[in-house]
């Protein structure tokens, strides 16, 4: 069975740091691309950062680049979302999710497959 779980959400002061975690079992980890995805209430849910695992190639959006890195360890099947320079718009409940065939590195809507059940960051001025 196919698992991800999301862990590390929690309240944070603007400019503060938060290190998410995915943890996943059930699939050859090495072949997959792992996405972070968040969605705010009452927005669609977007792409933040993602991984190909077998390379370690990542890609970011732009309203997190230079302040988020994705990175994995692969002896734990754990991807990880460090996010520095908090700010209340990035207030979200944060999704990981899988892809085994990745075209689009960050639209949640293609490609991935598996999703976690999401943690919720929550941002204070």
């Known amino acids: 069975e196919v698992q991800l779980v999301e862990s590390g959400g929690g309240l944070v002061q603007a400019g503060g740091s938060l290190r998410l975690s995915c943890a996943t079992s059930?699939?050859?980890?090495?072949?997959?691309?792992i996405g972070w995805f968040r969605q705010a209430p009452g927005n669609g849910r977007d792409g933040v950062a993602s991984?190909?695992?077998?390379?370690?190639?990542?890609f970011y959006a732009d309203s997190v680049e230079g302040r988020f890195t994705i990175s994995k360890d692969s002896a734990k099947n754990t991807v990880y979302l460090e996010m520095k320079e908090l700010k209340e718009e990035d207030t979200s409940v944060y999704y990981c999710a899988a892809a085994f065939v990745m075209t689009t590195p960050l639209n949640p809507y293609v490609d991935y497959g598996h999703w976690g059940q999401g943690t919720k960051v929550t941002v204070s001025s």
């Open positions: 991984i190909r695992i077998s390379d370690s190639r990542t």
């Open positions: 059930g699939f050859n980890f090495e072949d997959y691309t």
